[in-house]
């Protein structure tokens, strides 16, 4: 497959991650791969692990909450690759320390989440586009969540910031359809990663066994995997999609048409 020969993708935390299995996919499929990411050590792995299987990848070290570092992110693109066509808005956190109500949480933490979850969306998308305009159009893809559409107990901050994630794209997208530049969100249900990984951790029993139980709350029977989201990224990238813009995409192996009511009273059981 090589549906993406000679074009430029930029993956924020791009390292580890849903964003780690996304770049690899995209570089099989001969896109030329930009890895934007906090953790050096993880993103010189990708990298070479990319160009060890014959792509091409380079990785920049960035955190993208901070705006010229975004700025460098893209001129990298556009210095080792010569444009840009694609952007995957992947980077997200949910520190294991920011579970509190609103009253709790310091502001610091409320500025970080926001930060790197909805400000650096903004700030890539802002240097961005300019170069995909050059190209005669892009694609945007921002990882979302489908925390974005209901909620949980003690994430305001992460919760405001998948919400607001959500509303720039469908934004996003009227400012750019005539330019041919499309703007898509996903949704993720709960996929196997470090982020995961670290909060199954906190319960303190066996991480396998919590994952397992996390699965069994999915209609499908188990957490999703990286390969799950990236196959509906390629998708959403491709020409294929041509005709989606400012919408969401859930991939949550039906979390979100589970009601909260179900398997409460009146409800047929096994
Ligand atoms: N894992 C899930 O269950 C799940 C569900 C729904 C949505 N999401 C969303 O998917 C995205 C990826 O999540 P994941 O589970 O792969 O996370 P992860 O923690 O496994 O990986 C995140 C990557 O982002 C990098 N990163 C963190 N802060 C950064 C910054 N300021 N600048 C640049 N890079 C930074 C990390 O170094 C890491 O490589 C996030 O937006 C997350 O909210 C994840």
Known sequence: MAEFKGKVVIVTG?????????????????????????????????????????????????????????????????????????????????????????????????????????????????FAIPEMRKRGGGVVINNASVQGLQSQRLVPAYAASKGGVLSLTRQMALDYAAENIRVLAICPGTIDTDMVRTVASLEGGDIEETLDRYGASHPIGRIGTGQDISNLVMFLASDAASFMTGSHVIVDGGYMALGAWAGGAGSFQD
Not at 22 to 32: D, H, I, K, M, S
Not at 66 to 77: D, F, G, K, L, T
Not at 80 to 96: A, K, M, R, S, T
Request: proline residues 3%.
């Open 14 to 126: 791009g390292a580890l991650g849903i964003g780690g299995v996304t770049a690899e996919e995209f570089a099989n499929r001969g896109a030329l791969v930009v890895v934007a990411d906090i953790d050096r050590d993880a993103g010189e792995v990708i990298e070479g692990r990319i160009r060890a299987e014959g792509n091409d990848a380079v990785f920049v070290e960035a955190d993208v909450s901070v705006s010229r570092q975004c700025q460098i992110v893209v001129e990298r693109a556009v210095g080792e690759f010569g444009g840009l066509d694609i952007l995957f808005n992947n980077v997200g956190i949910q520190p294991p320390t920011s579970y509190l109500n609103v009253e709790n949480t310091p502001e610091e933490t409320w500025d970080r989440i926001v930060g790197v979850n909805l400000k650096s969306h903004f700030l890539m998308a802002k």
